[in-house]
């Protein structure tokens, strides 16, 4: 059932109608139940796996909870020493710890499991070894959500929850089950605590929201992906044909990615849940630091929070970085310091997103930009001044965008080809084999899409562009409602009839699944 | 211990007023990498060592907070 299905529409419907017509109070419980059902209607064989990672989690984050709570109590009601308070704290820490590993091996350890098991058949072109490999739907969006919760009750952030209901709420809410956002317990998990009200305005703006997604998935990421794909399917064609299929697969993938956060957000706060963004203008970034700040945020801030973080505080990484400015040069310290957390915690991310070598690349790629940025920072700062160019004008700062933009591109370009020998054929090609004349000549006509898809296309990506720059200014929803009831429906009516008419769908297309949705 | 705080931010990142800023983390003033070095400096300077507990960006938020933080921890 994928979100731009009319089956999606048809569950979302009824499941909405069960929560209108439900008590206040117990419209949390339509939504568990909803979830659950979305989960089961993807595939039976899955359910196991969500409920053994909802108990799991739960029975641990409640003995955590419990160990904190008793040591609370016991330093409130006795007289300790600070040793025995020391010692009674290390004691319940390592408890505690056991707990938190077992629980994280049994849920990280499946996904490690998974990952591995199909490299091993891709590599061997094994494919019903690949098939016979269980992947819950979502299952990197889950256990990396539930795990989170964990530490953060394990690190004393927040008291667990004690409704085991009310957690598999939140683990297994539907929309952001498939691709996200990666939330936080403490905000999502108190968004569906507090009482869900029905609101016209918000279920309104809802509506519009999940158009706007609809449309970028159908209109534009599913056109794009149809050149992209037929480029990317030969390894020694046209350079130019690559670097336009690598800009629309730029293009492809945050209209895919974006129109599918738009859909859930907007189907979400039709229950009276706000998700949590994911994305804030990416292409406005003038670094690649502040691109991953901007793009797929609850990912990156995952891995900031739950990778990052506890290696630069971990005692080893201190002392490395003590020894190193003992016995190194500032810069070389510094290269130590920063570069151990940076490349470990890119390298993971590389392989969440990817089996394969390229994707370990992709990995190595940002982590080595992000580090090199941090530690040259001085220089590269300095930089535009020493060779004369001003950095603080508009033109200095499109260039910034820019740069930013073909460095995320040839990020892409490391996971296309299929495999990593075929991306570097495509590279080869695109530095030896690349002319101007095929943008003349028509070329760009024999990868799927005729002129008038074309057309289409460059009219919605310009379309995509004008509202990404009306969002800087503010909330869009909040523009359209301010105009008058013709001119509102005009809008809604135009944007209805546009995905009908243009949406890529049909007995000619294959509507593509939602690029994330494997993972 | 104001004092030296706001020594150890402004050397990170010139040009802002720690003193009344709030939202540090928050609103992204401090990114991960400052706070990597802004961790280090202020362990070496009030000889405190601090835990996964402190890192959820709300103990860095302000210099007031970071104080309430380096009391606890002292």
């Not at chain 1, 098991?117 to 256990?143: F, H, M, T």
């Not at chain 1, 016209?200 to 998935?217: A, M």
């Not at chain 1, 151990?340 to 390298?347: R, S």
């Amino acid at each position: 059932m994928t979100i731009t299905s009319l089956e999606f529409a048809a569950f979302v419907m009824v499941v909405f109608a069960v929560f209108a017509i439900c008590p206040r109070k117990s419209r949390w419980i339509v939504l568990l139940a909803g979830s659950m059902l979305f989960y089961m209607i993807a595939g039976l064989e899955f359910v196991p796996f969500l409920v053994a990672t909802i108990i799991s989690i739960w029975l641990s984050s409640a003995a955590i909870g419990r160990i904190w709570e008793r040591q609370r109590a016991d330093f409130d009601q006795n007289t300790y020493s600070p040793a025995e308070k020391k010692c009674r704290r290390q004691k319940d820490q390592r408890k505690a710890k056991a707990i938190v590993i077992l629980a994280v091996c049994i849920n990280i350890g499946y996904l490690i499991l998974e990952k591995a098991l199909l490299y091993r058949a891709a590599r061997a072109n094994d494919l019903s070894a690949a098939a016979r490999v269980i992947v819950p739907l979502g299952i990197s969006y889950y256990s990396f959500s539930a795990v989170g919760y964990l530490l953060d009750v394990y690190w004393k952030r927040y008291d667990y929850e004690r409704n085991v209901f009310r957690f598999a709420l939140y683990a297994a809410y539907f929309p952001h089950i498939t691709q996200g956002p990666i939330s936080r317990y403490n905000l999502l998990g108190q968004e569906l605590k507090k009482e869900l009200t029905l609101d016209y305005t918000r279920v309104t703006q809802g509506l519009q929201l999940v158009l706007w997604g609809v449309c970028k998935k159908l209109v534009i990421a599913d056109r794009a992906m149809v050149f992209v794909s037929e480029a990317f399917a030969v390894t020694d064609g046209e350079g130019m044909v690559y670097l336009i299929a690598l800009a629309l697969d730029v293009v492809q993938i945050y209209a895919d990615f974006s129109g599918y956060m738009d859909i859930m957000r907007g189907v979400s706060e039709l229950f009276g849940v706000e998700l949590e963004r994911n994305f804030d203008h990416p292409f406005r970034a003038r670094s690649v630091s502040e691109f991953w700040r901007r793009w797929h945020m609850t990912l990156g801030g995952w891995f900031k929070d739950y990778v990052y973080y506890p290696i630069t505080i971990s005692g080893w990484h201190k002392r490395i970085s003590k020894w190193s400015k003992q016995c190194l040069s500032p810069r070389m310290a510094k290269l130590l310091a920063a570069g151990i957390p940076i490349m470990t915690t890119w390298l993971l991310t590389g392989i969440w997103h990817g089996n394969g070598v390229g994707y370990v690349a992709w990995g190595i790629y940002y982590g080595t930009l992000i580090t090199a940025s941090v530690v040259w920072s001085d220089v590269l700062s300095s930089l535009p001044g020493r060779i004369g160019i001003r950095a603080d004008c508009f033109s200095y700062r499109l260039f910034q965008m820019l740069r930013t933009g073909c460095i995320f591109a040839g990020g892409r370009l490391l996971t296309k080809g299929g495999s990593f020998s075929s991306t570097l054929r495509i590279i080869r090609q695109i530095i030896t084999n690349t002319h101007v004349l095929p943008l003349f000549t028509g070329e760009m006509m024999g990868y799927g899409l005729n002129g008038l898809n074309w057309q289409i296309l460059i009219i919605g990506i310009c379309l995509l562009a004008g509202v990404e720059l009306l969002q800087v200014k503010g909330e869009v929803r909040g523009m359209i409602a301010r105009q008058n009831l013709p001119f509102r429906w005009m809008l809604y009516l135009a944007g209805m009839l546009v995905v009908l008419v243009y949406g890529v769908y049909g007995s000619a297309y294959s509507t593509e699944g939602f690029a994330y949705q494997n993972f | 211990m104001k004092e030296q705080i706001l020594e150890i931010l402004e050397g990170l990142k010139p040009g802002v007023s720690f003193e009344t800023q709030k939202g540090l983390v928050t609103d992204k003033i401090i990114d991960s990498i400052t706070m990597m070095e802004l961790i280090t400096l202020l362990e070496e300077t009030f000889d405190i060592s601090i835990g996964m507990e402190y890192m959820d960006g709300k103990h860095f938020d302000s210099v007031d907070s970071m104080m309430e933080m380096i009391e606890e921890l002292r």
